[in-house]
């Protein structure tokens, strides 16, 4: 079974400045989907980034970037001139390719943005 | 394009009750998949429906169940509540089976349910 580890229960960060969320997986499978999603309080949980386990190539949705290590299984993300708005929990989750619809998700990182 | 609702938002129930929870998807959205989420097992997945038929189930008891209907809006219950089955329950949905990687999942705000 696969497994999504998140180090860091909380984090905070200075506004404008930039942080780094880290996710570690498990898996024995080579095709699968990684993503971070954001789920601000009281509010709905929403897609922040997406990267697909075969692209060596690190994703990157303005400024939030990440970096994907498969050999380390790792993948971390980066929030580049933190805002106010991105003080959220963050979730790393793990897909597989194979065709299953369920997400594994990591126990989450409370950010904090500090004005 | 409205986005994912789940009804009712909030609900309190007893112990050894039961409850049916809502969720309508996207429209043109056919997958849907259900999560629980605790602050202390975090989010757990439930079930996946696809086309009125149950794909894949997460590993809890059998008084968790749920279906899907033909306009793809999924129902799940669960039977014979306990105190621990207070929890947010997630929907998600998709145009399509997540094998295709575009098919991103679409949360929806959530159903809190207290067990007292």
């Known amino acids: 079974a696969q497994t999504v580890t998140q180090s860091q229960p909380e984090m905070s960060v200075q506004e404008a400045e930039t942080v780094t969320l880290s996710c570690t997986y498990d898996t024995s499978e080579s095709d699968y989907y990684l993503f971070w999603y954001k789920q601000p309080p009281s509010r709905q949980m929403i897609l922040v980034i997406r990267?697909?386990?075969?692209?060596?190539q690190n994703a990157t949705e303005n400024r939030f970037s990440v970096n994907f290590q498969k050999a380390a299984k790792s993948f971390s993300l980066k929030i580049s001139d933190s805002q106010l708005g991105d003080a959220a929990m963050y979730f790393c989750a793990y897909r597989s390719a194979q065709g299953a619809q369920k997400l594994v998700f990591g126990q989450g990182t409370r950010l904090t943005i500090n004005p | 394009k409205a986005g994912v609702t789940q009804t009712p938002r909030y609900l309190i129930k007893t112990r050894g009750q039961q409850v049916t929870l809502s969720c309508s998807p996207i429209?043109?959205?056919?997958?849907v998949s259900w999560y629980q989420q605790t602050p202390g097992q975090g989010l757990q997945f439930l079930f996946e429906y696809f086309s009125e038929t149950q794909r894949n189930k997460g590993n809890f008891p059998g008084r968790f169940s749920g279906r899907q209907f033909s306009n793809s809006r999924s129902e799940m219950n669960v039977s014979t509540l306990e105190l621990g089955d207070s929890a947010l329950y997630l929907c998600?949905?998709?145009?399509?089976?997540?094998?295709?990687?575009?098919?991103?999942?679409?949360f929806g705000p959530g159903t809190r349910l207290t067990v007292t």
């Open positions: 998600a949905s998709s145009f399509g089976r997540a094998a295709q990687f575009r098919h991103e999942q679409y």
């Open positions: 990267q697909e386990a075969y692209k060596q």
């Open positions: 429209s043109g959205h056919r997958s």
